[in-house]
């Protein structure tokens, strides 16, 4: 069965500084590969995704991921956060059976 | 327009009662879903149609009971409502079962039982 894990769970950050959260997943076939954004009271909104092609994938918000094949890795980047950057993150793995399975999420505070 | 809607968005209801939560897809998907949010902002998957009909069951106790009366819709049943299944309830599409499709989500559904 496949699985997630992001390790952090809180992360907290200053305006302006490097994101940068982490996501395995174990699945030994081919995945699709998605972080999710939840702002605080919304629902989740997809911020991008891995499907084939070049593994570095950019998103919206400025945001990008880098998915390494060889280290189970979808972590999710941003250079310089703002305030509104505050939110829930979530990775998630979806393989053969369509199952989306996602990571436990990370929230993001960013103090301004 | 919103993409997929479900109703009603906030619920509170005493323990023992039957309730449903409804929900509608506008964007011609043929896949559906209801994902549980707990209190940890855990996610996870309870049902997924496809064409009106069940492709995954997750474990979920058979008091859940999912109906989708046509594509574009599947809505939630729960009977006899227990403290531990309050939490928040998100519907979801996408176009069909390939697993490259974005899956868009409702907003949510907070379900309190007391």
């Known amino acids: 069965a496949q699985s997630v894990s992001q390790h952090n769970h809180h992360v907290i950050l200053s305006e302006a500084a490097s994101l940068e959260l982490g996501c395995n997943y174990s699945y030994g076939g081919t995945v699709n590969l998605f972080w999710y954004v939840q702002y605080p009271g919304q629902h989740l909104q997809l911020l991008l995704k891995y499907f084939s092609g070049d593994p570095l994938v950019k998103g919206i918000k400025g945001f990008e991921a880098e998915f390494i094949k060889s280290k189970f890795s979808f972590n999710l980047r941003k250079p310089s956060v703002q305030w509104s950057d505050t939110a829930e993150y979530f990775c998630?793995?979806?393989?053969?059976?369509?199952?989306?399975?996602f990571g436990g999420g990370t929230r993001v505070l960013v103090k301004p | 327009d919103t993409a997929v809607s479900q109703t009603p968005k906030y619920l509170v209801t005493q323990m023992g009662n039957d309730k449903s939560i409804k929900c509608e897809q506008n964007l011609g998907h043929d896949t559906m879903y209801w994902y549980k949010q707990d209190s940890k902002k855990f996610l996870k998957i309870m049902f997924s149609?496809?064409?009106?009909?069940?492709?995954i069951n997750e474990t979920v106790p058979n008091r859940f009971s999912p109906k989708s009366p046509d594509k574009a819709h599947l809505n939630l049943h729960i009977n006899s409502l227990e403290l531990g299944d309050s939490a928040v309830y998100f519907c979801?599409?996408?176009?069909?079962?390939?697993?490259?499709?974005?899956?868009?989500f409702g907003e949510g559904s907070w379900l309190t039982v007391v």
């Open positions: 149609y496809n064409n009106k009909e069940l492709i």
């Open positions: 998630a793995v979806r393989a053969a059976g369509n199952k989306l399975t």
């Open positions: 979801a599409s996408s176009q069909d079962l390939q697993p490259g499709n974005t899956i868009y």
